[in-house]
């Protein structure tokens, strides 16, 4: 292996220069100053990163007010509050699964396609502009008078205009536009990665489309759509701007995150906006080890067709 | 997989096809809606305002203090770059070398604030950021910016420092090159074109990044992002092609970096990289 032949290369060196075998000995477990490098970037995670999270789980148990449990009690038995569990949940859930599920056979073409660079990067324009943008242009064009209601009544397909616009459905409407591109690049990303000689020995056996689909692509597509829900599903269930600007914060849209920003910078109770958060970071975990004890059901084995 | 044979096959695609050009003309007028109003005069009931005009930029570069945005938006985010490319870099040429004992532990922590939303973690590093002092200033802004990209440079850093062959860097050691000089005459120019695609990426990601900034900023510290959320939130204290303005001089800084990010990117890099590490 290179480690091997760079840390013989080096030790010779090393222990020349400074005598204590020590060095030798770390070097041999490969700690040495290249290593080292590595220790900023350590510090600095887990100084902004850990510290915070771990400062903001002991601070939700030190309410302003109450024993320790206080915070979470106020939530549990508030429905303004453990309500924006579901008012989360109902617009995280479907707008995953819908993404992923539409990404499977739109991946399975795209990646026949030869100028496939072409749509990818256009793919990224909305991941790149953010949820912000995406919230105000969605308030233009699906607004009563935008170009969406407006092409509906031309066509006579509707008589009044939709309200899409300032409740669930503008939401969701979002969390699909910004959301699909980034689930539909890993599932394309997972499907390209499955070897197409497999394919081609099933057909050649005989098998359709679908019957290739069925018992090759998607026993082996699992796993990455199990990491793609996961991914895909904790950026829905953060979702912050479009749920206050493109739906009724006050209403149904009214999610988990805009409790805990009230929390933190309305009623300025540090205490209660962590435990929200904890909450919040809860509730993911839980759907992301449902999702992940759900993939180990299928098959688990190699994605390509190589030999032995 | 050779031709589309049946009809249903057939049908099946060009269905599919449909699907995704509805996406995309809808995306597309979606972002023309909002380019179109910030040059209308009046636009009520019609399918086109009555008239065109330049005045909202102005208008806007005036009432949003743009100017004052654009400057604390560009030095959070050179801030951001230069230092997550001092700390990253160097991690990850460490990461990609070096097989130490709890390597994978370390790799774990560094995927933590990628996988972990933002909003998630934001509000207790916030809250952390106040108590320093540094909240509300730009340097809160900067450093909550700092936990995501961090990281990100480093797992998108070690796969291009693994594809240089470590006898060169052998050489250089033969040659009593220290590590310092060793990454200054060998490795940098090296990794030159992945440490620009890495720099470039987190360039996108700050502009855009919402959460963390929203979290942190004070008034004087906002980027044109945050400065965007709050003039949406108020709609109907200015004028709508006034934000609309805004939105598009937001449009242009991203997609702007953005284009040069893809002249040195696959696009499907750009979300595929913790997934690799994730599938492991």
């Not at chain 2, 305002?49 to 560009?74: H, I, M, N």
């Not at chain 2, 990426?201 to 855009?208: D, E, F, G, K, Y």
């Not at chain 2, 598009?248 to 702007?256: A, G, K, Q, S």
Request: net charge positive; hydrophobic share 55%.
């Amino acid at each position: 292996m290179t480690h091997t032949a760079d840390r013989l290369a080096r030790a010779p060196q090393e222990s020349a220069q400074d005598r204590t075998p020590w060095r030798v000995r770390l070097a041999l477990h490969d700690i040495d100053g290249v290593t080292l490098l590595v220790v900023p970037a350590v510090l600095f995670v887990l100084g902004l990163f850990a510290y915070p999270f771990l400062y903001g789980l002991v601070l939700s148990f030190k309410p302003r007010a109450g024993d320790f449990l206080a915070n979470y009690r106020k939530f549990f038995s508030d429905p303004f509050l453990y309500d924006t569990i579901y008012a989360t949940l109902r617009l995280a859930l479907p707008a995953t699964i819908i993404n992923v599920l539409i990404s499977i056979p739109v991946a399975l073409r795209v990646r026949k396609m030869h100028r496939r660079r072409l749509l990818t990067t256009i793919l990224v324009i909305p991941i790149t502009l953010g949820t912000v943008l995406i919230a105000e242009g969605l308030l233009n064009y699906l607004g009563p008078q935008g170009w969406l209601n407006r092409t509906l009544m031309l066509f006579g397909v509707i008589s009044t205009p939709l309200r899409l616009v300032h409740n669930y459905t503008g939401v969701m409407l979002s969390l699909i536009l910004s959301g699909f591109p980034f689930t539909f690049l890993l599932t394309l990303s997972y499907i390209t990665g499955i070897d197409a000689s497999l394919e081609q020995a099933a057909a050649t056996l005989g098998a359709g489309a679908r019957a290739r689909f069925r018992h090759i692509v998607l026993p082996l597509l699992v796993q990455g759509l199990a990491v793609n829900f996961c991914l895909s599903f904790v950026q829905t269930f953060s979702v912050f701007p479009s749920a206050v600007l493109l739906g009724a914060p006050a209403g149904d849209t009214r999610v988990i995150s805009i409790a805990a920003y009230q929390a933190a910078y309305e009623q300025y109770d540090a205490s209660m906006a962590s435990a929200i958060a904890m909450i919040m970071g809860f509730v993911q975990l839980a759907v992301v080890l449902l999702a992940l004890a759900g993939r180990s059901l299928f098959y688990r084995g190699a994605a390509g067709g190589g030999k032995g | 997989m050779g031709q589309d044979k049946t009809i249903s096959e057939r049908l099946w695609a060009a269905a599919i096809w449909a699907g995704v050009l509805f996406f995309i003309v809808n995306f597309m007028a979606m972002i023309a809606t909002v380019v179109i109003n910030s040059f209308g005069t009046r636009w009520l009931g019609t399918w086109l305002p009555a008239g065109f005009t330049t005045r909202w930029y102005r208008s806007a570069w005036d009432e949003f203090q743009l100017a004052d945005v654009l400057t604390t938006t560009f030095q959070v985010v050179g801030a951001v770059v230069l230092l997550s490319a001092l700390f990253g870099v160097p991690a990850a040429y460490s990461l990609a070398r070096r097989n130490f004992p709890g390597k994978q532990l370390v790799i774990l922590l560094f995927l933590l604030p990628l996988m972990i939303p933002p909003i998630t973690f934001g509000i207790p590093l916030a809250t952390v950021l106040y108590q320093l002092g540094a909240g509300g200033t730009i340097w809160g802004v900067i450093i909550a910016n700092l936990v995501p990209t961090v990281p990100f440079v480093i797992l998108v850093m070690i796969p291009f420092i693994e594809q240089v062959d470590p006898r060169i860097e052998a050489a250089a050691r033969v040659f009593g090159a220290g590590t310092g000089r060793l990454f200054v005459y060998v490795l940098v120019p090296l990794l030159a074109p992945g440490i620009l695609a890495a720099l470039l990426l987190v360039l996108v990601r700050t502009i855009a990044m919402f959460e963390l900034t929203f979290f942190t900023a004070g008034p004087d510290s906002q980027t044109l992002v945050v400065a965007l959320y709050y003039a949406v939130y108020a709609a109907g204290v200015r004028a709508g092609q006034s934000i609309d303005a805004m939105a598009v001089v937001y449009m242009i800084t991203t997609l702007f970096w953005l284009l040069i990010a893809l002249r040195f990117v696959d696009p499907t890099q750009m979300v595929a990289r913790a997934k690799q590490e994730a599938a492991r």
